[in-house]
């Protein structure tokens, strides 16, 4: 969603109802501004849609803007002409439907985002510097509005036609697209391969293609993007290795390649990637060890200056956000404006082996961990406890044995863990976050004990079945080694007591014997 700047800087002198084409009804709010109007589409939006203009000596803009008004309507066919007179059209998150015509768009940003609007993407004017449409029943060939003569000589910045129904293949007309910074066409039905003309896109920093039947090698044209940060592939049928080119791309932030049948071993070169954030390799079917280099990416090792040139684009009247669907605790999460400030390892679902490198304990900086649903071996690092910053661990489902670290105690910003179905042993450490988790977040560890669980330690059982027991079952912390100390001192104290008292009373019968 491209969001607009909500600065007040015109007031309307007046409101009127009126009736237009197709007896759709609007709202006009008047402002006295060169005898021009601003339209409004619904009695609640009145503040929202707005003329705006510069000074005197500057060309005049035109803003309409009217997203998550409630708007529920179908627009009428001379509104769409009509827009292309406007700098700045903002509808989206409404309930706006019905066929687009195919208009000449003329407005240097147009949003439309998140309505009901169908029919083919429009043509656009060397003008438009954003279009986006996401989240609409939009149809049709790609390949259409790609190599349409038309659009061939635009200057668009960001195309964002994501959650949609648009078909076919990627064209080969990207050479025709060199402005393009932002492009996100995820979420739809397109196949094929992805074609090497894409590497022409010199000037893109966000390649999202998520959730389609695209399948085949990501080309190495694309090391031709050397400003790319963020590259979102997952949920396709790529069937590939991941590519060993992908250490050059140095400014790469963001590595999602989720779901989409990528087997090998992750490359070494992956931790060349010294920028990245994001790293989610889950769900495909990577074998072999985990890179024990990845104590090399620096941005998730130390503090670091956020980049927000990723994950953003600014326009006069607003800024366009990137978002990505992470699962950083479980479930399934929407990363907007706070994206620059998550730092996330996923490789869980692979079939992943040998044991949690130690070195991964230097990621400082490190948010999300999840290595669950491989079959990983050996013990969790001991000094796990040094990653502060760590909210969410999930280690579950795969062979780790040992004793839970006592350093994880330290993880005071935990907020998530998972370390069910291991062969975990020994005492759970005692912490206020690790004691908070459910018992079913240790299930399946027969040989771990302590609370959460019911199950007692056994250092911590008296043998006579006497010594008051904790909560759930289990002997308060430090207790269990008092309680024997004492028992071993009281169990020497009478054995002494015996043997001298008996000395005292034989010794006069011996004697008289």
């Not at 309505?115 to 954003?130: E, F």
């Not at 959730?211 to 080309?219: A, L, R």
């Amino acid at each position: 969603m491209y969001y607009f700047y909500r600065g007040s800087i015109f007031q309307p002198s007046k409101i009127m109802r009126r009736s237009s084409h197709n007896s759709w009804f609007l709202e006009f709010g008047v402002l006295r501004m060169y005898g021009y109007q601003s339209i409004q589409f619904s009695q609640a939006s009145q503040e929202c849609i707005r003329l705006g203009l510069g000074s005197e000596n500057q060309r005049r803009k035109k803003t309409i803007c009217s997203c998550c008004q409630g708007i529920s309507d179908k627009a009428p066919s001379w509104f769409w002409n009509w827009t292309s007179n406007i700098d700045f059209v903002n509808l989206s998150a409404n309930n706006i439907e019905g066929d687009v015509p195919n208009f000449l768009v003329n407005s240097t940003v147009l949003d439309l985002s998140s309505n009901h609007l169908k029919g083919q993407l429009p043509r656009l004017s060397a003008n438009v510097r954003v279009l986006d449409v996401a989240n609409n029943l939009f149809s049709g060939p790609i390949s259409n509005f790609l190599c349409q003569k038309t659009n061939r000589k635009n200057k668009l910045q960001v195309l964002d036609a994501s959650n949609n129904l648009l078909s076919g293949e990627l064209s080969h007309c990207w050479r025709y697209w060199q402005y393009l910074i932002h492009l996100n066409l995820g979420s739809n039905c397109l196949s094929g391969r992805i074609p090497n003309s894409m590497g022409s896109l010199v000037a893109l920093k966000a390649l999202r293609l998520p959730n389609n039947s695209i399948y085949g090698d990501i080309p190495s044209s694309l090391q031709k993007c050397s400003n790319l940060g963020l590259l979102d592939m997952g949920e396709n049928n790529l069937s590939m290795t991941i590519p060993l080119w992908i250490g050059e791309m140095k400014s790469l932030t963001i590595l999602r390649l989720r779901s989409s049948v990528l087997k090998g071993h992750i490359p070494l070169q992956t931790c060349q990637l010294s920028s990245l954030r994001v790293l989610d390799l889950a769900n495909n079917s990577l074998s072999g060890p985990i890179p024990k280099c990845l104590n090399s990416i620096n941005s998730m090792a130390m503090p670091h200056v956020e980049n927000y040139e990723t994950m953003e684009y600014s326009e006069d009247a607003g800024t366009y956000f990137e978002s990505l669907m992470l699962i950083p605790k479980g479930e399934e999460l929407r990363y907007e404006e706070n994206l620059i400030f998550v730092s996330i390892i996923d490789l869980s679902s692979n079939n992943l082996s040998g044991s949690i490198p130690n070195e991964i304990s230097v990621l400082f900086q490190l948010n999300f961990l999840n290595l669950s649903r491989n079959h990983l071996t050996g013990k969790i690092p001991e000094k796990i406890g040094t990653m502060k910053e760590l909210e969410s661990i999930d280690l579950s489902r795969n062979h780790l044995s040992g004793e839970i670290p006592p350093s994880m105690s330290n993880l005071t910003f935990l907020s998530y863990l998972d370390l069910s179905y291991n062969n975990f042993s020994g005492r759970i450490p005692s912490s206020t976050q690790l004691q908070s988790f459910d018992a079913l977040r240790y299930t399946g560890n027969p040989e771990l004990c302590g609370a959460p669980l019911i199950t007692i330690c056994r250092k911590e059982q008296e043998s006579d079945g006497n010594t008051p027991v904790g909560k759930a079952g289990v002997t308060p912390v430090g207790k269990a080694e008092d309680d024997s100390e004492t028992s071993w001192f009281y169990s020497g104290l009478g054995v002494g007591f015996a043997v001298g008292f008996w000395g005292v009373c034989a010794a006069p019968f011996f004697k008289n014997t």
